[in-house]
């Protein structure tokens, strides 16, 4: 599976009468394996939650593979939204957008969830995975014309993903009474504030690569 894959990845949720329920479904999938991760969810107990047969669930999804890829397609279609969809081209904005998708996609979901994904799931974690380190070079090329001059790149880039990592984790978030969204963009404030000039980033906008 080549690393382009995550921007072909497309539903597999047709746009007709069915989609609201799908979606639903889907929500819904979501919710619990965030928690209890993939292997831990039957289908039997996901058609209950919904009050629905078993029968009818498979009508929508025949498999849990379904689920899951209906799943990272979400993710995927938040992260490489159109540079045109986001209403400003703003460097900052946009950069606040992506850090907010990665608080509700990666920080949210438990280690047994990725775990689940990786072993059971190989092409679509590396999707993720993928589409992950494209966001973070992403990141880096965008701001790294911002930095402070006596600040070394290395150095500020480092303690950029040490602090980003470090502020999703519970027991960081929960220490200082914080949401994990709250504790994770005071972090990038924080980082930035110490790392870039704010007269080279006063008017930036983002250009397309």
Not at 115 to 136: A, N, W
């Amino acid at each position: 599976m080549s690393s382009n894959l995550a921007q072909k990845l497309t539903t597999r949720i047709h746009d007709d009468e069915n989609a609201r329920v799908a979606n639903s479904i889907v929500d819904a999938f979501a919710r619990k394996a965030r928690v209890l991760g993939i292997r831990s969810i039957s289908m039997s107990d996901l058609a209950r939650s919904l009050r629905m047969s078993t029968k009818t669930l498979y009508k929508y999804f025949d498999t849990k593979e379904a689920l899951v890829h209906e799943l990272v397609f979400r993710w995927e279609a938040r992260v490489h939204k159109p540079i045109t969809a986001y209403g400003t081209n703003d460097l900052m904005e946009i950069l606040r957008y992506r850090i907010g998708v990665w608080v509700e996609n990666d920080a949210q979901y438990s280690s047994a969830f990725w775990l689940d994904l990786k072993t059971g799931y190989p092409e679509l974690y590396k999707v993720y995975i993928d589409s992950l380190y494209e966001s973070m070079r992403a990141m880096r090329e965008r701001l790294s014309p911002y930095l402070r001059d006596d600040v070394d790149a290395e150095f500020a880039w480092s303690c950029y993903f040490t602090l980003m990592t470090d502020a999703a984790r519970r027991k960081t978030f929960e220490k200082v009474g914080m949401t994990r969204e709250q504790s994770v963009f005071a972090a990038f404030d924080f980082w930035v504030k110490a790392a870039i000039d704010p007269d080279k980033l006063a008017h930036a906008e983002w250009q397309s690569a």
